[in-house]
Structures are given as C-alpha cells and as structure tokens.
C-alpha cells in the first residue's frame, strides 16, 4: 500500500515534455497547477501519463488519425494550439489583474472617504476629477483612460467597501478585547434621522501589541421599545455575549448622565458594573476615604486587607489626593468645552489658558499648592515630608501638557483664522 502510493507520487512530481507531443497536453506554470488538454481546454486530475492518454484516446480518436504521431503536420497543429492556449490564458490573467487593480483602488478611495468622513456620493466626483486629470496629461493613452473608468466608485460599492473595512476593523478590535485584562466604556444616548434611539459604545484599552492606550467605537446598538435602564442593560449584555466578551474585564463605564441610565433603579445603577460619571469619582473616593479604610478592616475577604495595606502607605495616598486634584482641573476644562453655542474660538482660547495654567500647576506644586487643595492637605497631615519626591507630579504635568500639545495641534492649524474672527 505505502510503495504503491509512493510510486504515484513520484511519478506526480514531473510533467514529461514528450506528452504534450504524444497526448496534446500541456502544464500551466504555476503552483499546483493541473495538465491541460489543448484540443479542448479540460484539464485532468493527476499527473499522470496513464490519465492523460485516456482522456487522449476516448476523446480525441480522430485527431490521431488526422495528425499522425511523428508527422510534421501534427507538429505544426500542436504548436499552434499551444500558442492560442497561451495567449487566451494570458489575456484572461491580464484581464483578471486589471480588475484586481481596479477593486483595490476603489478600495483604497473608499478608505480615503471614510477617514475624512466624506458621504460616498461624492466619489462620482472624484472619477470625474480623474477623467479629466488623465485627458489632460495622457491624452494618447486611452488604456489609462479605460482603466480609470472601470473603478468601481458607485454609492453602491463604496457602501459594501466600507462595510468590508469596518467588519474587519470590528474583528480586529474584538480580537484585541479578548487578549487584554481590562477595559473601559463609554456609552452615549442618541436619535438618528428615523427617531430611532441608537446607543453608541466607545471602549478604552490598552493594547499589549502597539504598547499604548486605544480608544475605539466599539459599536452602535439600537434601542427598540424602551430606553430605560433596563433595556439598555439587556441590549449591552446581549452584545457582550454575541461576541463573547468578558463583563470581569469592565472596569468602568461612564455615560452622558442620560437619565434613562442612571434614574431607572433596574439600570447601570443597581447592576454589578461599576458606574462612574465624568472621572469625578476620584474626588469621592477621596472624600470618603476614612470610611473606605474603616469598611476594609471590617472586611473579612482576603483583598480587603490588601487594599487597606495599600491606603495605609502615605506615598500612595499622596499620588492619590495629587491625582483627585488634577483630575478636578481636566474636568473643570472638559466641561467648559461642552455644552451647545460655543464657538470655536472660545474653545481654542479656554484649551490655550489651559496649557499655560499647566505652567502655573507646577510652580504652585512647589509652594503654596492653592490648586491642588487635596495634595496641600494631606502634605499637611504628613509628619514628615521631606523625604516626598514633588518632581514626580511636576514631570507628570509636564507629560500631560505635552500631550495636550500633541492633541490640540490640529486646532494650531486655524489659528490665524481664529485671531481674523477675533478682531
Ligand atoms: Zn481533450
């Protein structure tokens, strides 16, 4: 058994010239390509000379009659069959490749659209655009032209490129859900066009392979019937169990406040997700501090003396006030810049104050710390702080301004605009 599988094998591996003269096959050059009979296109299944001399000889008796093997007339037949085999297959792979070309630009104009969130009946404009560019500068080349007109850009394509893109960015971003330990979400409450309650999921993660924190837009749920917490609840859960995600992994929500959220006493409230609103929960975990360690050192469960080890080290409760104080002065900013009517150069200017207050943070950290209350508190408390490293909350400000820079550069750009309106 196993010597006769081998000997098929091996006769597999080589196609022999002579049969292409003895059985007018021939054998395309690519891999795993079949033998190909060039009187009438089939291809058989093995390589094999056995295969290939049936199917010559059941099905093309009369061209051995007609062309007699050794004759010079059955040479020149073969050739010529061989030559229009060739060139059919070769306009077929020319014709292939250009459509290849054809769908992966539209693909790529697709994804162009999509990035500047461009609505897909302007991509009619854009092959115009290019019709005309391509008159101009290659006037003679009319296979250029061709090409440019068999884009597909129609509203209709762009839609299902668009689709493609965001199923795979959906899986990809599933994907890395599954393999961190944690996330954060962030929900926000809206109508579309049709009255239609949709319910918009942003999640927060750090992604192990990049090295960095992501924020993405998980997806968008529709609300049908109510949109009371309750409903809200069963819909996100629902979604977490289509795409088995980990609830264990939430370690935060935040929502718009929206009152079906948090009023409903079946909502977010009364779940065991952890609700928190606008990062203001800092301030209260520091404001019931003494009853969070007084609750811990009731606790009998094995972590609450952990954390109550943790809250006792002064260093930590150090970083913790530093951290409720500048949290309060993002949220401060933050909420200056919601709210509807605010031009843009209200937010340019408050988003500018900002920057140079973070100047002012680090001097203040130093001396008087009249912006950072909660710090200048618990410093107080301390009985000695000489041995308290200040510098690691200035070079902590001074990340966060950097990066605030990097973030706002965007808004450097219409800067001279601005300073127009302005005067
Ligand atoms: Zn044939």
């Known amino acids: 058994m196993e010597r006769k599988k081998r000997k ?17 096959f021939t054998l395309p050059n690519h891999v795993g390509a079949l033998p190909v009979c060039l ?20 099905k093309h008796k009369s061209f051995s009659e007609k062309y007699q093997l050794g004759s ?5 037949k073969i050739e010529n069959l061989y030559l229009s085999y060739s060139t059919s297959t070769q306009i077929i792979n020319k014709a292939m490749s250009e459509q290849e070309k054809c769908t992966e630009t539209s693909m790529r104009i697709s994804w162009i659209f999509a990035k500047h969130m461009k609505p897909f009946t302007d991509a009619d404009i854009i092959k115009e655009c290019m019709i005309e560019a391509g008159n101009a500068l290659f006037d003679t080349k009319n296979d250029i032209m061709e090409a440019i007109r068999n884009i597909p850009l129609s509203t209709f394509s762009n839609t299902r490129n668009t689709e493609l893109f965001s199923k795979e960015n959906h899986s990809n971003l599933i994907q890395s859900l599954s393999a961190t330990d944690y996330y954060a979400l962030a929900m926000d409450e809206s109508c579309d066009k049709t009255d239609t309650t949709q319910l918009c999921i942003f999640v927060r993660y750090f992604d192990s392979t990049s090295e960095q924190f992501v924020e993405e837009i998980l997806t968008i749920l529709l609300l049908l ?14 979604y977490f169990e289509i795409y088995k995600l980990d609830m264990k992994k939430l370690i935060s929500l935040t929502t718009d406040g929206a009152p079906s959220m948090i009023g409903n006493k079946k909502g977010f409230l009364y779940n065991n997700v952890r609700w928190l609103s606008k990062g203001f929960v800092l301030q209260r975990f520091f404001a ?25 080290i002064k260093e930590h409760v150090i970083s913790i006030a530093f951290l409720t104080d500048i949290f309060k002065h993002i949220n401060d900013l933050n909420f ?66 950097s990066e605030f820079e990097d973030r706002i550069t965007g808004f450097k750009n219409i800067e001279n605009v601005v300073q127009i309106l302005n005067t």
Not at 40 to 49: F, G
Not at 72 to 76: D, G, H, M, P, V
């Open 225 to 238: 019937g109510t949109t009371c917490g309750e409903d809200i609840y069963k819909t996100v859960i629902e």
């Open 288 to 312: 019931i501090l003494d009853e969070i360690k007084l609750f811990l050192s009731s606790s009998d469960q094995l972590c609450a003396k952990d954390y109550l080890d943790s809250l006792e």
């Open 336 to 401: 200056k810049l919601q709210g509807k009517g605010k031009l843009v150069c209200h937010l340019l200017s408050e988003i500018k104050c900002f920057s140079t207050k973070m100047d002012l943070f680090c001097e203040d950290i130093e001396n008087e710390r009249l912006h950072f209350p909660n710090l200048n508190t618990v410093l107080d408390d301390a009985e000695n702080n000489n041995d308290i490293d200040l510098n690691q909350f200035i070079n902590f400000i001074k990340k966060l301004k």
């Open 72 to 76: 010079n007339l059955r040479k020149s």
């Open 8 to 24: 098929v094998e091996a006769e597999n591996q080589q196609f022999l010239a002579e049969w292409t003269d003895f059985y007018c």
């Open 39 to 58: 009187i009438c296109q089939q291809t058989v299944a093995i390589i094999k000379s056995s295969n290939l001399k049936r199917h010559y000889e059941t």
